[in-house]
């Protein structure tokens, strides 16, 4: 493995530490008016790193609880709601979604890695030679999963509809959503393991090691661009909230 790529990997995740936990101790003395986003802003830290720590000092910010009752205090819209462009609101939307993704694909990658018997179930050896493909499927069940339930705790409370009604509308609004997302995501991931790693540099991508998780940052930020004009058309047609 080269030296640089090597010490590259360590500082992009060390950075993204440190942004999810800034993130997380303003979030503990600020915390955001829906709860659901006290966890979203931290995990989009893990892959956004530092642009997800200006993102969030700058317009999720504006979102916190003390914001939101001030506002209604004064008989005026939330500033989330006002000062927020909607370019940026369609990049939250993306990123909320992907927040899901990080979640979950960190939990598969461990599981199948720790447990290989999982990715077995899912078609390793008898459907697919190569175990990452078998692999992505868990991955989308985990991703699709948490996405679903981060969805349904910012669509429900914002529109005031029943748990069934809630998590009908969540599928809705996050299947399209996660899936551009993890189109982005799989294609990059297949890109460095195939032609980066296996191609150029004569190795396998592994998840016990930094190079993987860096690369999976890189991944993320396809998932987002792939997600990104989902999420506009989404957004603009009500599926998804403005956030």
């Known amino acids: 493995m080269p030296e640089w790529l090597h010490l590259l990997a360590i500082l992009s995740l060390l950075a993204s530490a440190i942004a999810a936990l800034i993130i997380a101790f303003d979030i503990f003395r600020n915390p ?3 709860w659901i986003m006290n966890a979203v ?4 830290a893990l892959f956004g790193s530092f642009a997800a720590l200006w993102a969030y000092f700058r317009y999720g910010r504006l979102a916190t609880r003390k914001a939101h009752h001030q506002a209604m205090h004064n ?7 006002t000062e ?7 990049g939250k939307g993306a990123a909320h979604c992907g927040s899901g993704c990080a979640l979950g694909d960190l939990v598969a990658e461990w599981l199948a890695f720790l447990v290989p018997a999982v990715a077995v179930w899912f078609g390793w050896q008898t459907i697919f ?3 990452m493909f078998a ?3 868990l991955d989308f069940v985990f991703a699709f999963s948490f996405g679903v339930i981060f ?3 910012t669509i429900k409370p914002m529109r005031g509809l029943s748990p069934y009604q809630g998590l009908i509308q969540a599928v809705k609004a996050d ?3 996660l899936t551009a997302w993890q189109v982005g995501m799989y294609g990059f991931m297949a890109f460095a393991q195939f032609y980066l790693f296996r191609h150029l540099l004569g190795m396998k991508l592994e998840v016990p090691t930094v190079e993987f998780w860096f690369m999976m940052q890189i991944a993320m930020w396809a998932g987002f661009a792939t997600s990104y004009p989902v999420n506009w058309w989404l957004i603009a047609k009500g599926v998804k909230e403005k956030m």
């Open 32 to 34: 955001q008016h829906m």
């Open 135 to 137: 692999v992505w499927i």
């Open 151 to 153: 969805q349904y705790f």
């Open 75 to 81: 008989d005026e819209k939330p500033p989330n709601m």
């Open 41 to 44: 802003w931290p995990l989009v």
């Open 129 to 131: 030679a190569e175990k």
């Open 84 to 90: 927020t462009p909607f370019a940026v609101m369609v």
């Open 175 to 177: 299947f399209l959503s």
